[in-house]
């Protein structure tokens, strides 16, 4: 790689690439590989875009332009960019221009005459989308000045030779954060003792979606994945999830409102079911983050397989019998020896019998030093 760019146009078009690759790792690199593009370009402004319109998104970084500007685009202004309609769909790697989206049309737009025309730069652009997927899109924009407000065929050039390259480093970056979600969602499965943890969007959609994903959620009764985003068997139970994890998004909700939440589904008698937990998520938040960023932690556990779990593992560890191993679980919910026996449906003496063993087998002496040997493992 460092031989072609090199060779092809010189030490300006392998530096900005070192950059561009650089940023798949490291996102703060991004800005500086955008304005090194303005300059091999020879052109006012560079930017990176992400849009998802399901999600009410889009997220620019743009070294060059006035971030006040940048700002009311990403609030506001994002709604009525006739570009976006335009050029949403084209295929990655394909070069678009103003005569894509209609230079009549972009010029007479509001957007153009109520926004554009005082952020400073011009009309003109050439544009790439880098990656794509159900109506969202990231793609790399450059961008005229007010004063040469024009593209010729030096902009052309150069920007056809880096689109490639910015295609590949977009697939590593994306490829890298994926790797880093899975290992985050692996950890905090492990943490909270949960069948299966997922990082999701505001839409219930998985951000790691892949062969193994879908294999766990296969095995747990009640929930699937459906066109890409998780589904209930109920569909009122699906809006509630819903709203549990879009109320982990900052601002949504309303002020003061709880973020997340807890339900359970498909719960034939106490213990079981799925139950479900919405956390916020605290990863970065980062544009680079591209076209689908999780706004919440999705921690599902089906209660009897791991409730199973503990049990054969209190059976293994302290060579407890099966009686033995549910006695041990009904204390660690909670309550005295004759509240655990009358819910195990067994009589006091029974249960004094049992207990007696399990101090033996664990090596302790009262029930409260048994509670804590417990939750040791």
Request: proline letters at 5%; one cysteine or more; hydrophobic letters at 45%.
């Amino acid at each position: 790689m460092n031989d072609t760019r090199h060779t092809t146009f010189g030490d300006p078009f392998g530096s900005l690439l070192n950059r561009l690759y650089g940023a798949a790792e490291d996102p703060s690199a991004l800005p500086d590989a955008l304005a090194r593009l303005s300059d091999l370009c020879r052109l006012e402004n560079a930017a990176f875009v992400v849009n998802d319109p399901a999600l009410g998104l889009a997220r620019v970084v743009s070294p060059r332009a006035d971030p006040e500007v940048i700002a009311d685009y990403d609030r506001t202004w994002w709604r009525y960019d006739p570009t976006v309609a335009a050029t949403s769909g084209r295929p990655v790697g394909e070069i678009t221009s103003l005569e894509t989206t209609g230079r009549e049309l972009f010029l007479n737009s509001r957007f153009h005459n109520e926004y554009w025309r005082h952020s400073g730069l011009g009309a003109e652009r050439l544009a790439s989308n880098l990656a794509t997927g159900d109506g969202a899109f990231a793609a790399i924009v450059v961008q005229t000045g007010t004063r040469r407000d024009e593209i010729d065929s030096h902009a052309h050039r150069m920007f056809a030779a880096v689109v490639p390259h910015a295609v590949r480093a977009t697939a590593i970056m994306r490829r890298l954060q994926a790797l880093e979600l899975a290992r985050k969602a692996g950890e905090e499965t492990a943490r909270h003792g949960a069948s299966l943890a997922l990082p999701v969007d505001a839409a219930l959609r998985p951000i790691v979606a892949d062969d193994a994903t879908e294999a766990a959620l296969s095995a747990l009764p009640g929930i699937r994945l459906a066109h890409g985003r998780l589904t209930l068997d109920d569909a009122a139970e699906t809006a509630r999830l819903q709203r549990l994890v879009a109320g982990c998004a900052a601002g949504t909700g309303g002020k003061g409102a709880p973020r997340g939440g807890t339900m359970t589904i498909g719960a034939a008698e106490p213990g079981t079911g799925l139950m479900l937990e919405a956390l916020p998520w605290r990863g970065a938040d980062h544009p680079a983050a591209l076209l689908a960023r999780p706004v919440a932690l999705l921690l599902i556990t089906d209660r009897a397989a791991r409730k199973a779990a503990r049990l054969a593992l209190m059976q293994e560890r302290f060579g407890l019998t099966g009686a033995e191993a549910r006695l041990c679980a009904e204390l660690l919910a909670g309550g005295n020896r004759r509240e655990v026996a009358a819910r195990l449906g067994i009589s006091d003496a029974t249960a004094r019998t049992h207990l007696s063993r399990i101090f033996q087998k664990t090596g302790v002496n009262r029930q409260s030093e048994l509670i804590s040997r417990l939750l040791g493992y």
